[in-house]
């Protein structure tokens, strides 16, 4: 692949699938590096070590306590609880103020003491060549063996759930980086102020979402839908376990907010990051069961299609009209599309 090949995002599937089997492992790694798995896992003996890594580089606002959170979220979707959490803190050189770290350090500290973390360690530098603070996030949880979830064991027949409705984070983005451009496009404020505050309110964190559902009952997979948004979150839980889903177009819960903003700047909202959300494979026997522990704790969820077979990694997408076609899959996620 050429270098004029690459552009901002996630590196692509077929590039990884060739690369992650050359790394190397040990007789303790239960889960290593694969596509579509939020977490590692390690075997610690009586329990399991789940390790998760991720950057933060599309928000500037926030930036710390987005980086918690969306770590957090990977663990939990292992079923662990997440415990202790390590930050990388590239700075750009040139425009970075002492106000500029003491807010990032606040806001990693308040994070992570709303999930009870403890914050370890980690590396901060001023870095040539940035335009912007990026924080790298590392969270360390735990979980005992016989409650591990990973994404791949999505079970033919079960149902697919997704709590809260998508994209909160990318919604939350637009308006918090774009407000004075979507006040000039008529947006009214009332709609970005609202916007600007799913971040917590319903929240980007799923760590509450997965705890609640793996006490009510089994889940065979869990998957937290980040970059590339909903669509895509779909086909890399669909790839990890090897199976074919369908998914109801009816069934898809677009918030309004979502459709306006990114209606503004012609993105499509299903590959919008959606951070936030939690998709989960459960038994049709157990489905109503989670859904409902999930309702009574005010965590809305929503039944959006089926595992249909293990024939292929495929995600079906079942239309209003009756006609069924393949489910976008979005490369780069479609906020780096904005101007």
């Not at 807010?103 to 003491?113: E, K, L, V």
């Not at 000039?184 to 102020?193: A, C, D, T, W, Y």
């Not at 157990?286 to 089926?306: R, S």
């Amino acid at each position: 692949m050429s270098r004029h090949d690459f552009s901002p995002g996630k590196l692509e599937a077929k590039l990884l699938k060739e690369l992650l089997p050359t790394l190397p492992l040990d007789d303790r790694t239960v889960v290593g590096p694969r596509i579509g798995e939020d977490a590692a896992v390690v075997d610690m003996g009586d329990r399991y070590l789940v390790a998760a890594t991720d950057p933060i580089t599309f928000a500037t606002d926030l930036i710390g306590w987005y980086a918690v959170q969306v770590n957090a979220n990977d663990v939990a979707t292992m079923g662990a609880t997440p415990k202790w959490f390590l930050a990388t803190i590239l700075l750009p050189e040139g425009r970075t103020d002492e106000q500029l770290v003491r807010g990032i350090f606040a806001q990693m500290s308040d994070a992570c003491r709303h999930l009870s973390v403890a914050f370890i360690g980690g590396h901060t530098e001023i870095t040539p060549g940035l335009s912007r603070p990026i924080v790298v996030g590392t969270m360390l949880g735990e979980v005992t063996k016989d409650r591990l979830v990973t994404s791949e064991g999505a079970q033919v027949g079960d149902l697919v759930l997704v709590t809260k409705g998508v994209p909160l984070e990318g919604c939350a983005i637009i308006a918090r980086e774009k407000a004075d451009e979507l006040r000039r496009l008529g947006v009214p404020e009332s709609l970005i102020v609202k916007a600007q505050g799913f971040l917590f309110e319903p929240g980007i964190s799923v760590v509450r979402d997965a705890l609640i559902a793996c006490q009510a009952a089994p889940v065979h997979a869990m998957h937290d839908p980040t970059e590339g948004g909903l669509a895509t979150g779909l086909w890399e839980l669909a790839e990890a376990s090897g199976v074919v889903l369908e998914v109801w177009e009816e069934a898809l819960p677009i918030l309004p907010e979502a459709e306006r903003l990114c209606g503004v700047f012609g993105l499509n909202p299903l590959g919008v990051i959606a951070s936030g959300a939690l998709l989960l494979c459960v038994s049709e026997r157990d489905g109503e069961k989670v859904m409902q522990a999930l309702q009574d704790a005010g965590i809305p969820v929503y039944a959006i299609g089926k595992v249909m077979s293990r024939k292929e990694a495929k995600v079906l997408l079942r239309r209003r009209g009756g006609d069924t076609v393949p489910m976008p899959l979005f490369v780069k996620d479609e906020l780096t599309r904005l101007p």
